[in-house]
């Protein structure tokens, strides 16, 4: 979402901050992202969505339009839509066209797989639908470390079939990490080659990212760089608000964005099986708020669903209470904290006062992950010894 | 081009507006930009725009009096910039 914060209109009579509005909620998410499939070729390390086998439970394309129809009637503007590779569902234009025909924008990100030079000219000419592509290095080297071999090459195609579709302003989409840091500038001039927008968000230790998040999460001194980059260069950069557990390193103000967690008030996500859940990066049974097919619906969730309102009170700063960077930081990402094992009402893990680092070595119990859709594991695919004749009793034949 | 109160300006027809307990959210979505309107009188001032010949009249019928009109006209030049209002032809 570009959030152009205008319109200072006159405070004709007293009303209360935006951003205190937001926390309270608001009768329908101001965007809302959509995994429309669980689905995807490639398995990149650090999948919020630990993404890789299709859900058999998945929505069909009648329950899609169905949710769509439900968006319009709330004027959710327009969705994230993502994955999974959302372009692998045999019905994905089908449900951009519908939903674009319905008053719901569409921003899909997409690793490239499906952006073929055909594909690239239909999108150029649609006015609703906008794409991301996912990069997570401006070099084949760091980004294929994360993404996987070719997953470069493949979205950098399909970067230029946009582009020769006259597809104008891409987003480029960059999770940073400790190895792309220093890319930043690099980043910056591969969107520019291909007219497109770069977008840069914070590595969440969700999904996948919960297994290499020590290792790939930027280092405190990074975090200052980042910081100063975002400060000096990030007028043209989107960050999806993403990075507000900084904004206490400068000056109010001086890091783009309304600087608020809007999980569950203003943004949430729905899965593809209709889990709705508070935000992208919280795919865990402790943030899921309802189904939209056995709870009623979408509205009935996002209105009455018990964690959402929970979530719309007022937050304990618990123990960073008495930190001066509490306005700015409002203690950082739930989710981070949550899947790093670390205290809700305490300090994010990457806390610009340096309170994580002690927080991250104390004792602390990890989440365990409550879906997991990769198609293997981390060492390898398991090998299974399988008996070369039949078992003499069913059950001989361990199930395990 | 500086924003111009003595004609009429119109919502883009690509954009659309939410109405909000503080005001309202407006989204284009040619330029997918999200923009808040953050009180009611702005709102109307806009909801007012189509019924009027100019933006000064369009004030003055949501309540604000030439005398007030100053931070409104500025607003609503921050949303023409972002090609939110579209004037004349250009609608």
């Known amino acids: 979402m570009t959030v152009t914060d205008t319109a200072p209109a006159p405070e004709v009579k007293p009303v209360p901050r935006l951003v205190e509005q937001f926390e309270h909620g608001l009768d329908a998410p101001i965007c809302l992202t959509w995994e429309l499939t669980y689905a995807c070729n490639l398995a990149c390390v650090h999948c919020l969505s630990s993404s890789g086998k299709r859900d058999p439970r998945e929505l069909s394309t009648e329950q899609c339009k169905d949710i769509i129809d439900e968006l319009q009637r709330m004027q959710v503007f327009y969705v994230n839509i993502g994955g999974g590779e959302p372009t692998v569902r045999p019905d994905f234009w089908e449900l951009v066209d519908y939903a674009t025909a319905h008053q719901v924008g569409v921003k899909f990100s997409t690793n490239g797989v499906r952006i073929t030079p055909e594909v690239a000219t239909k999108l150029a000419a649609s006015d609703y639908v906008d794409v991301q592509i996912s990069l997570d290095g401006a070099t084949a080297e760091v980004n294929d470390a994360v993404r996987g071999k070719g997953s470069f090459a493949m979205a950098v195609r399909a970067l230029e079939n946009l582009a020769d579709a006259g597809f104008s302003d891409a987003k480029i989409s960059v999770v940073v990490t400790r190895h792309n840091v220093d890319q930043l500038d690099e980043f910056a001039a591969l969107a520019a080659r291909y007219g497109a927008t770069l977008r840069i968000t914070r590595l969440r230790p969700s999904g996948r990212g919960a297994d290499v998040w020590d290792e790939l999460h930027p280092t405190q001194e990074q975090q200052v760089q980042l910081y100063d980059w975002l400060v000096a260069r990030g007028d043209r950069v989107l960050t999806g608000d993403s990075f507000f557990h900084l904004s206490g390193l400068g000056a109010p103000g001086a890091l783009a964005g309304l600087n608020l967690c809007g999980a569950g008030r203003v943004v949430c996500l729905i899965d593809p099986v209709g889990d709705v859940y508070a935000c992208p990066f919280a795919i865990h049974d402790r943030f899921l708020a309802g189904n939209i097919l056995s709870d009623g619906g979408f509205d009935n969730v996002w209105k009455n669903a018990p964690l959402f309102r929970e979530l719309r009170e007022p937050q304990s700063a618990g123990a960073c209470g008495s930190c001066g960077h509490y306005d700015s930081c409002r203690g950082g990402c739930m989710a981070a904290k949550f899947f790093t094992g670390l205290p809700l009402d305490g300090p994010d893990p990457e806390c610009v006062e340096g309170w994580g680092v002690p927080a991250l070595e104390q004792e602390r119990v990890k989440p365990k992950p409550s879906g997991d859709h990769s198609r293997g594991t981390k060492q390898g695919p398991v090998a299974l010894t399988l008996l070369t004749k039949p078992p003499a009793r069913l059950c001989n034949e361990s199930p395990v | ?91």
């Open chain 2, 1 to 91: 081009m500086a924003f111009n109160p003595e004609v009429s300006w119109r919502l883009h027809h690509q954009v659309a507006v939410r109405p909000e307990p503080f005001g309202a959210l407006l989204y284009h979505f040619g330029t997918r930009k999200l923009s808040f309107l953050k009180n009611r009188t702005i709102v109307d001032v806009i909801n007012a725009l189509n019924d009027h010949p100019d933006v000064r009249s369009a004030c003055r019928a949501a309540g604000v009096q030439d005398a007030e009109q100053g931070p409104y006209l500025h607003a609503l030049g921050v949303l023409a910039e972002s090609k939110m209002l579209v004037t004349g032809e250009n609608s």
